[in-house]
T-cell receptor, first 115, second 112 residues
Framework: DAGVIQSPRHEVTEMGQEVTLRCKPISGHNSLFWYRQTMMRGLELLIYFNNNVPIDDSGMPEDRFSAKMPNASFSTLKIQPSEPRDSAVYFC?????????????FGSGTQLSVL | DAKTTQPNSMESNEEEPVHLPCNHSTISGTDYIHWYRQLPSQGPEYVIHGLTSNVNNRMASLAIAEDRKSSTLILHRATLRDAAVYYCILRRGIQGAQKLVFGQGTRLTINP
């Protein structure tokens, strides 16, 4: 199994530009989680989906952030417009059903730098 | 959500056992105790989880106090590769998909 696949691995952009991060969960997994990690705030849960439906987006910082899951094998996290404070590592994770006794599998992350 | 308290950092020697503590005094009866770790420049990695009984797997053991207000992750024989940030997380044990919220974790250093 290829695991959770995130792209791109690194993204450098200028303030004001639109950024799209992509995630392919493990095949057969029905729950998908987006996290952001910074030195100051640690690992923050942004949003999670179950069966392609957003369950909890209370961690999304503001309206500039949006996430979609058009099908079971693909999700995007979009920032428009991007700001320097959005610089962070963004992780995607998936699990079978998202149940409490299941484990999450994480991707390698996307390192985002907004100049 | 019930919170966990972990030491900011710990240090141990290679090939010795490591006991990583976690306090969760406000745990509810249905909360599962999960442990993840994050190696440098990698995404978090599942280690182990439990509800009431002690648990063992190939990576580690989880010892849960009888009152469930604390737990200890045990690495039986640490290697340099075990140097990581270890997160103790409570996950609600109710129906449906549940979130996993990370705290600050314990940074474990392994000395050769």
């Amino acid at each position: 199994d290829a695991g959770v696949i995130q792209s791109p691995r690194h993204e450098v952009t200028e303030m004001g530009q639109e950024v799209t991060l992509r995630c392919k969960p493990i095949s057969g997994h029905n729950s998908l989680f987006w996290y952001r990690q910074t030195m100051m705030r640690g690992l923050e849960l942004l949003i999670y989906f179950n069966n392609n439906v957003p369950i909890d987006d209370s961690g999304m910082p503001e309206d500039r952030f949006s996430a979609k899951m058009p099908n079971a094998s693909f999700s995007t996290l979009k920032i428009q417009p991007s700001e320097p404070r959005d610089s962070a590592v963004y992780f995607c994770a998936s699990s079978s059903q998202g149940l409490t006794n299941e484990k999450l599998f994480f991707g390698s992350g996307t390192q985002l730098s907004v100049l | 959500d019930a919170k966990t308290t972990q030491p900011n950092s710990m240090e141990s020697n290679e090939e010795e056992p490591v006991h990583l503590p976690c306090n969760h005094s406000t745990i509810s009866g249905t909360d599962y105790i999960h442990w993840y770790r994050q190696l440098p420049s990698q995404g978090p990695e599942y280690v182990i989880h439990g509800l009431t009984s002690n648990v063992n797997n190939r990576m580690a053991s989880l010892a849960i106090a009888e009152d469930r207000k604390s737990s200890t992750l045990i690495l039986h024989r640490a290697t340099l590769r075990d140097a990581a940030v270890y997160y103790c997380i409570l996950r609600r044990g109710i129906q449906g998909a549940q979130k996993l919220v990370f705290g600050q974790g314990t940074r474990l250093t392994i000395n050769p």
